[in-house]
Structures are given as structure tokens and as C-alpha cells.
């Protein structure tokens, strides 16, 4: 069984980069054919994709986050991070770690093209 885990700060202050880590257990994350991803829920909003790594360790970037938005892995660990920089409130969020299968619909927003997730992590940005 597949389980997944985020970890990291619960307040982070504007301005600073938010790091969080999600570490894989019953698998690995170098299987082919596996993404894993960063997917956050703001409140009273809906789920925003955020990025993905592959099995392979290539790298995929919302448009909108692109320019703030990291993903990197540990394959030793079974763990791959997220670092979002110059966070603003806005970035407040639940943030899931989730393993998706093949690349078709990379992005999605809907948690059936997703097969395993974290509990979720809740992320507050604020001074």
C-alpha cells in the first residue's frame, strides 16, 4: 500500500520560501509510470495544481507559479520537495502531496485522476 506524507512549517512569514516534503512509503518514486505532485486548496477555493516531478525526474510548473515554484527530489529518501518563494497571504492553503499515473491530463484538477494522496498540510502565511 502506497502512502504519502507532507511535511513542513505551518507558518511561514511573507516574503520567505515556503519548503514542504513529501515523503513516499509502499513504492518508489522512480517507477516508471508515476507523477508526483503538488496540489494546494486555499480556502473556500478550489484544488490548484502546482507542479509534478516523474519517475525520471523531470519537472512540470503551473504557468501561473512557474517563476516561484521548485520541485526536486530525494530518491534515496523516497522524498520530493516543494519550495515556493516570495509568499504572499495569498499562498495561504492546505498543500497535498498525490501520485498520478502517466502524464496524460498532467494538471488536473479533479482528485479521480489521482490514486494515492497525503492527508494534506495546512500551510499559513502571515507576520
Known amino acids: 500500500q502506497v502512502q504519502l506524507q507532507e511535511s513542513g512549517p505551518g507558518l511561514v512569514k511573507p516574503s520567505q520560501t515556503l519548503s514542504l516534503t513529501c515523503t513516499v512509503s509502499?513504492?518508489?518514486?522512480?517507477?516508471?509510470?508515476?507523477?508526483w505532485n503538488w496540489i494546494r486548496q486555499p480556502p473556500g477555493k478550489g484544488l490548484e495544481w502546482m507542479g509534478a516531478?516523474?519517475?525520471?525526474?523531470?519537472?512540470y510548473y503551473s504557468p501561473s507559479l512557474k517563476s516561484r515554484t521548485s520541485i526536486s527530489r530525494d530518491t534515496s529518501k523516497k522524498q520530493f520537495t516543494l519550495q515556493l518563494s516570495s509568499v504572499t497571504p495569498e499562498d495561504t492553503a492546505v498543500y497535498y502531496c498525490a501520485r498520478k499515473i502517466g502524464s496524460g491530463g498532467l494538471g488536473s484538477t479533479s482528485r479521480l485522476d489521482y490514486d494515492y494522496w497525503g492527508q494534506g498540510t495546512q500551510v499559513t502565511v502571515s507576520s
Open positions: 509502499g513504492g518508489s518514486i522512480t517507477t516508471n509510470p508515476y507523477y
Open positions: 516531478i516523474s519517475y525520471s525526474g523531470s519537472t
